[in-house]
């Protein structure tokens, strides 16, 4: 019975945070106006979320472009439709490349960053002392944080998906000889803005929302010691990536249907 | 003098109780801080000193008893009404607790900018004078990482009374100090009480240097008030529990000794 128990108990612990997380949220969207109304506090948090993963972003996605592209040639080719590059390598990172790649290379690189920040600061009374000035800590530190995460993951995935393009076009047209004409307008022609971009966008806002807010819950609830802020930042990372990989698969079956 | 011509103390604490889950903190403690004066609140690490001055800053609710501050209820306010409580009261953390990402001026202009709508130049000449108290204007392009621990808890200071406040908390001001810092900051406290009048409340176990500055001591242990009075009566103290621990005395009430089984079976036992 040992393993019942042990079941039921995780389950708890499991509940309490989701429950203890989705009241965290309220309180976090309750300071939002705050922030909208100081839009430097968000300026300074997209450019330092933002700006900062801009990089890895870029890099990752045109690496991930140019493997599409070589991997795709090779299949497409044995049925003479290597015309259908471009609509391939396009829909592939707008649907899911794009979105789901992004997510997660912006969980370990702004979401793990952001947990460790806001940890650092409740581990060194920083928030404490901004709550004994009677400031909350929630709008001044919390809100803007999440705003600016959530507003960044959609730009940062829509640079990964062109750079990823770019990349495709590099090697399939550039390399290996694909006409760039049909590259081109095969992929004009079959990637459809409603059916494939805005929902590419939906899923990266959904994704950026749930890493933002695993991210800063993770922080600001942190055992407030140097060990504690270590594991609340490898969380934010694993429950991030699970998370962004299972919503995927819900969302994709919602959008692109078949179920 | 007596209990009616006493001024009404500016915080009154009275049966407080209070636990971290099975860890009994406070059992039943009454303190009062009166007005203008200088109060330590003394005990050993893990009493719950800092508990208690979270309590009066209203980050931490007591389990019942009650926690007044300038006539308010401090657990029962409304967070807004606990806010505008708080900036009258200034806080200097055992770390500083100042923002790592702001230099030394923007830290101590935080609760300037904050919460009052003064024009720049204003809040710069504030600044300056708070830094120019503690000596440090000359260090204020500098970030919170570049301070030594007693240059950090003087900036907590200015920080802490930017806003001019009514009375000023300190968390263990002198601890890990070297004497030089100990007296800059013991000048420094007692220097804000007269001139400015501000009440202070220390919480230490640091005995000489608080027994040379303090008005009245409170000496906590185990959740309860063990002795207080001002410090030279409470040198005369009866408590065998006060006389170890102002005399530093190894053994006594308190025991040199983590509770274990007997010594003798201990050794000669092979488990445990
Ligand atoms: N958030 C917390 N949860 C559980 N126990 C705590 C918490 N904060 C402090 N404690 C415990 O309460 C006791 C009193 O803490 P504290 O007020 O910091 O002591 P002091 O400041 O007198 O050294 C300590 O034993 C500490 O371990
Ligand atoms: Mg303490």
Redesign the pocket.
Known sequence: MDWLQSLGRTGLILFERLGRGHLFLLRVFGGMSDTVLRPSLLIAQMYSIGVLSFTIIAISGLNVGMVLGLQMYNTLVDFGAEDSLGQVVALSLVRELGPVVAALLFAGRAGSALTAEIGLMKATEQLSGMEMMAVDPIKRVVAPRFLAGMLSMPLLAAIFSAVGILGGFFVGVGLLGVDSGAFWSQMQANVDLREDIVNGVIKSFVFGFVATWIAVYEGYDTVPTTEGVSRSTTRTVVHSAFAILALDFVLTALMFGGI | MTASDRPEPLVKIRDLHFR??A?V?FDGADIDIQRGKITTIM?P????????LRMIGGQLRPDSGSVLVDGLEVPKLKTDELFALRKHMGMMFQTGALFTGLTIFENVAYPLREHTKLPEAMIRDLVLIKLQAVGLRGARNLMPAELSGGMARRVALARAVALDPMMIMYDEPFTGQDPITVGVIMQLIRHLNESLGITSII?SHDVTEVSAISDYIYMISEGKVVDHGPPAELKQSRSDWVQQFLQALPDGPVPFQYPAPDYRADLLGDGG
């Open positions: 971290f889950g860890r903190i005990g690490s893990g009493t719950g000193k800092t508990t208690l919480v």
